[in-house]
């Protein structure tokens, strides 16, 4: 592993998007993606997408290159109508940029509790005003401005019920400032305007139940008993981490093992020319570029036969 970190010889470079290929694509979901465009269009790009050049394939003279990670933010780019895109470009053979996809994908870290909030605060401590802090992560200084406040009271609770979408932020700082005698006229009042309704009601009052029996805060006191168990739970939860990176790379394998007996089947059957002439009669003259690449065929529309097997 280490051998191969250091041929990756990484540099950012602005890069056409014509340029660049999508090597592993994948659905995205269209409202996670209009928030990336809308995030991109306001704030700008703050991770360059990773490529890898390919030194066989040219487009007007310049090399293309292969998306490794980053179709969410290239796809972006297209949306609006930008014609560069920064991106890091590292040295891989074409396995290890399947590979790297891969994992990429697999194993996308998720933000941990309270981690954009925390940075935000850390953004405060440094002297950004609000509105600074605001423009910096594309949030409107109201809202910046609330969320801050409920860190301030130690409201991790209802921090969490905001950011797990099951009540409003108005209602969420409406409820800090209350006392218990307040809470039920501030969630008849939330039902009544529509902010409460059905199950997000229901949740808010398990959360308040929580609040009132463990306190504001995730982090309450521990036993002894949970204490002394602690190394035990570490344990557990590392080994579930192994289980879970192990089942990855058995679907990594599985994937390379798949694909390896596809274009095998391919390149049988296209060194068959009655099964060429089939495909022609057909109208299917067309193949997935990567799967043509490996084949050794044509993967544009071809009127005479051009097949030829490696």
């Known amino acids: 592993m280490s051998e191969r970190k250091?041929?990756?010889?990484?540099?950012?470079?602005?890069?056409?998007?014509?340029?660049?290929?999508?090597?592993?694509p994948r659905a995205r979901?269209?409202?996670?993606?209009?928030?990336?465009?809308?995030?991109?269009?306001?704030?700008?790009l703050k991770k360059p997408i990773t490529v890898s050049?390919?030194?066989?394939?040219?487009?007007?003279?310049?090399?293309?290159?292969?998306?490794?990670?980053?179709?969410?933010?290239?796809?972006?780019?297209?949306?609006?109508?930008?014609?560069?895109?920064?991106?890091i470009v590292v040295s891989a053979t074409k396995e290890e940029r399947l590979v790297m996809s891969l994992v990429e994908n697999l194993a996308r870290r998720q933000p941990t509790r309270f981690e954009h909030l925390v940075q935000m605060v850390r953004l405060r401590d440094e002297?950004?005003?609000?509105?600074?802090?605001?423009?910096?992560?594309?949030?409107?200084?109201?809202?910046?401005?609330?969320?801050?406040?409920?860190w301030d009271r130690g409201e991790e609770r209802l921090i969490r019920g905001v950011e797990e979408g099951r009540i409003p932020l108005s209602v969420a700082c409406a409820l800090a400032q209350s006392t218990d005698a307040d809470e039920q006229?501030?969630?008849?009042?939330?039902?009544?305007?529509?902010?409460?309704?059905g199950k997000k009601l229901l949740a808010t009052k398990r959360l308040l139940d929580q609040r009132r029996s463990h306190g504001k805060k995730y982090c309450i006191i521990q036993s002894r008993r949970k204490t002394a168990s602690s190394a035990d739970g570490l344990v557990r939860t590392y080994q579930q981490e192994a289980r879970r990176k192990s089942?990855?790379?058995?679907?990594?394998?599985?994937?390379?093992?798949?694909?390896?007996?596809?274009?095998?089947?391919?390149?049988?059957?296209?060194?068959?020319?009655?099964?060429?002439?089939?495909?022609?009669?057909?109208?299917?003259?067309t193949l997935p570029r990567f799967?043509?690449?490996?084949?050794?065929?044509?993967?544009?529309?071809?009127?005479?036969?051009?097949?030829?097997?490696?």
């Open 6 to 24: 250091s041929d990756l010889c990484e540099q950012v470079q602005m890069i056409p998007l014509a340029q660049i290929r999508v090597l592993n």
């Open 29 to 44: 979901e269209p409202k996670r993606f209009k928030q990336i465009i809308e995030n991109i269009s306001h704030v700008g």
């Open 53 to 87: 050049t390919r030194a066989d394939s040219f487009i007007g003279g310049a090399p293309v290159y292969d998306l490794v990670c980053g179709q969410g933010r290239l796809e972006a780019y297209h949306a609006l109508g930008e014609k560069e895109i920064p991106a």
């Open 127 to 150: 002297g950004y005003s609000v509105a600074d802090i605001a423009r910096k992560v594309d949030l409107t200084p109201s809202f910046v401005g609330s969320i801050l406040g409920l």
């Open 185 to 197: 006229r501030i969630l008849t009042e939330a039902y009544e305007s529509g902010k409460l309704t």
């Open 247 to 285: 089942l990855f790379v058995k679907k990594a394998q599985l994937c390379e093992l798949r694909l390896g007996f596809v274009v095998s089947a391919m390149k049988a059957l296209l060194a068959n020319e009655d099964f060429l002439n089939l495909l022609r009669a057909e109208g299917l003259t």
């Open 291 to 310: 799967l043509a690449e490996e084949a050794g065929v044509e993967a544009t529309p071809m009127e005479k036969p051009t097949c030829r097997a490696k």
